[in-house]
């Protein structure tokens, strides 16, 4: 059997939450050097496989994903916080694509491109979700 | 709460009804993160989950823990909060978690046979704030 892709993992109940139009934020949490997680909130997208989002190489996430790739992600509906996606998996980080990827994603939020500070290098960080829990469950 | 600035009580309020995203550790040095009721008692965040879930497994063992609380109503404006988990107990943890529904449903919390409830308080320890 073909392995399915991230929006056939999920039913059509929840696939809106990836949708541009939704808007939602993800939460996204690392895991610090020390052992305790981090949290942040940030804009993304999918490209049918992976969750997509970026930071410049500045970002504290940056270095936290380097040393260790595992990462939960939470996707509320924004009008609904009883509804929502949430996956466990690992994140690969890439420079290749990061600045179209971050216009894109400012345009899908803002409807504008974003402003990149002046020598800070972009990254996109791609998540392969391993498992995908969904709330409420089995709709 | 003291260590939450003045212009963002309103989230840890009750009638705001707002929720945590609360991070977690799992043994093999992977994240955990999913929305849950919370309450505050005195300088404590208050959170219930049901003995034997995967947050009970992480933070029971591995006590340092990161939450959001986002406003409702704009998701741009939010809390941060790093901390830890400062006292756990089964104590009171079915009585928590039906007050916990009471502010956020309005109703009793069905009483599922051989749950135990367990209510976590966390301490913060650095607090950040947008929006």
């Known amino acids: 059997m073909a392995k399915q892709s991230l929006v056939e993992r999920i039913p059509e109940s929840h696939r809106y939450l990836l949708a541009d139009e939704t808007k939602a934020f993800a939460w996204v949490a690392a895991v610090m050097p020390g052992g305790g997680p981090q949290l942040t909130a940030v804009w993304f997208n999918t490209d049918g496989e992976h969750i997509l989002f970026g930071t410049s190489d500045q970002a504290a996430k940056y270095r936290y994903f380097k040393a260790n790739d595992r990462v939960a992600v939470s996707i509320p509906d924004p009008g609904d916080p009883y509804k929502y996606i949430q996956l466990r998996g690992r994140v690969e980080l890439t420079e290749e694509g990061a600045v179209e990827h971050t216009h894109a994603l400012s345009r899908k939020y803002t409807g504008q491109d974003f402003n990149i500070a002046p020598g800070l290098v972009r990254v996109m960080y791609k998540v392969k979700p391993q498992r995908i829990t969904l709330w409420p469950p089995g709709s | ?131």
Do not use: C
């Open chain 2, 1 to 131: 709460m003291k260590n939450i600035p003045e212009n963002f009580q309103d989230l840890v309020k009750d009638e705001t009804k707002a929720f945590v995203f609360l991070a977690t550790t799992l043994n093999d040095g992977s994240p955990q993160v999913s929305p849950v009721w919370f309450n505050v008692e005195d300088e404590y965040i208050v959170i219930n989950t049901a003995r034997g879930r995967l947050k009970d497994i992480n933070m029971s063992a591995r006590p340092q823990v990161a939450l959001s609380i986002p406003d409702p109503a704009n998701p741009y404006r939010y809390i941060l909060v790093r901390g830890v988990v400062d006292k756990v107990t089964e104590e009171g943890g079915y009585e928590h978690i039906n007050k916990l529904s009471h502010i956020y449903k309005g109703e009793d919390f069905p009483k599922v046979p051989d749950q135990v409830r367990v209510i976590y308080k966390i301490k913060p320890q650095r607090v950040f704030t947008n929006g």
